[in-house]
Each structure stands twice: as structure tokens, then as C-alpha cells.
Antibody, heavy 117, light 107 residues
Framework: EAQLVESGGGLVRPGGSLRLSCAAS????????MNWVRQAPGKGLEWISY????????YYADSVKGRFTISRDNSKNLLFLHMNSLKAEDTAVYYC??????????WGQGTMVTVSS | SYELTQPPSVSVSPGQTARITCSGD??????TYWYQQRPGQAPVLLIF???ERPSGIPERFSGSTSGTTVTLTISGVQAEDEADYYC??????????FGSGTKVTVL
């Protein structure tokens, strides 16, 4: 069964940086577009970034554009989210998810990022 | 991007039908997707392309659309259906948007 496992979350000070990883297994990773979706405590889901299977297309939500960078290593079945200039409002559970025809099919269990001094 | 509007909460008795609406200007031109999220868990895709069910999703979950409003219907609600439900769509710029979410309470 296909599985996604996020890691790299933790406590970081405002203005700091963090890199999240998402490890994929039991799927042909390069065939899947990937996304990061976050959920602030007690709040709804927010899509933040997309990367196509072959790395040719990338999109960001306005809330993270210029601060976050999505990337992938298809040789290692890994997805990344590099987060810079972190703010308190970036505090959330971060999920990676596959997408196909605009739907998010497979989700990881999420990793918590807390931005606080 | 644009907004998708959902009611904050819906309450329903076991065995009854719950209907959750999602409204947005672009929904007449874009497919809508629905997700269920139980407390402490990741979301699960329930409905794709307005009204199709992925394999493994019970038949009591169905989707429909009318103009700029789409509806998720849960027929014969069970206690395990108590969860948050989100609609989601895409816009022409490549962005995705989620609805605000609806908490379904089974009385």
C-alpha cells in the first residue's frame, strides 16, 4: 500500500528556517505530482505548494510565496519543503499529499511545525 | 484564488441524511472534491470530480452539483461519520482552495 511519511517538524523561532521531508514508498514516485497542505491548530486545511512529477511545474500559495521552496528528489522518493522567514502564523501540521486531476489522493500523517519565541 | 463557503456545522441523527453544501463562484467551471477528516487523522478523499467515489468509500457518500453550489450527501449516517468535511477545488492559475470545513455531529 502506498505510504507517505513526513518528518522534520519542530519548534523554531520567528524568522528561522526549517526543512520538511516527505518519504514515499510503494508508489512510482516520479509519476505523482506532490503537494504540501497545512492545518493550523483548530483551523481548516490550506494548500500551500505543488510540484509536478518531473519537477517542471511549481506553484505556491500567496501566503508562502517567496519564503517557502518545494523540491523533490525522484531518485530517493523524497519531497521537501524549505521554509524560511517563518512567522507565528506558519504554525501548523504540515501534510504532504499526492495529487491527480486536482484531487489529493494519498496523504501522510503530518508533521507539526511550531513557530514561537 | 477564490473562496469556498461551507456551513460550520451540521447535526444529524443516526440513520438520517446529512447534506453539506459548498458554494463558490468558480464551481460551475471546476470539479469539486470532498474529504473527511476524523480528529487527529489526515484527510481522506471521499468524492472526486463532483460525484465519483474512490474505491473503498461507502456508497452512502455521494456528491452532486447545481450551478455554483455542490453538495455532499451522507445517507444513513453512522456514528463513525462524525468528522470534519472539506470541499476543495482548483483555479485556473494552478492553485488549489479548500472550503472552510463543516463539522458533522451525530446526535
Amino acid at each position: 500500500e502506498a505510504q507517505l511519511v513526513e518528518s522534520g517538524g519542530g519548534l523554531v523561532r520567528p524568522g528561522g528556517s526549517l526543512r520538511l521531508s516527505c518519504a514515499a514508498s510503494e508508489l512510482t514516485f516520479s509519476n505523482h505530482a506532490m503537494n504540501w497542505v497545512r492545518q493550523a491548530p483548530g483551523k481548516g486545511l490550506e494548500w500551500i505548494s505543488y510540484i509536478s512529477g518531473r519537477n517542471t511545474t511549481i506553484y505556491y500559495a500567496d501566503s508562502v510565496k517567496g519564503r517557502f521552496t518545494i523540491s523533490r528528489d525522484n531518485s530517493k522518493n523524497l519531497l521537501f519543503l524549505h521554509m524560511n522567514s517563518l512567522k507565528a502564523e506558519d504554525t501548523a501540521v504540515y501534510y504532504c499529499a499526492t495529487s491527480f486531476i486536482d484531487a489529493f489522493h494519498i496523504w501522510g500523517q503530518g508533521t507539526m511545525v511550531t513557530v514561537s519565541s | 484564488s477564490y473562496e469556498l463557503t461551507q456551513p460550520p456545522s451540521v447535526s444529524v441523527s443516526p440513520g438520517q441524511t446529512a447534506r453539506i453544501t459548498c458554494s463558490g463562484d468558480a464551481l460551475s467551471d471546476q470539479y469539486t472534491y470532498w474529504y473527511q477528516q476524523r480528529p487527529g487523522q489526515a484527510p481522506v478523499l471521499l468524492i472526486f470530480k463532483d460525484d465519483e467515489r474512490p474505491s473503498g468509500i461507502p456508497e452512502r457518500f455521494s456528491g452532486s452539483t447545481s450551478g455554483t453550489t455542490v453538495t455532499l450527501t451522507i445517507s444513513g449516517v453512522q456514528a463513525e461519520d462524525e468528522a470534519d468535511y472539506y470541499c476543495q477545488s482548483a483555479d485556473s492559475s494552478g492553485s488549489y482552495v479548500f472550503g472552510s470545513g463543516t463539522k458533522v455531529t451525530v446526535l
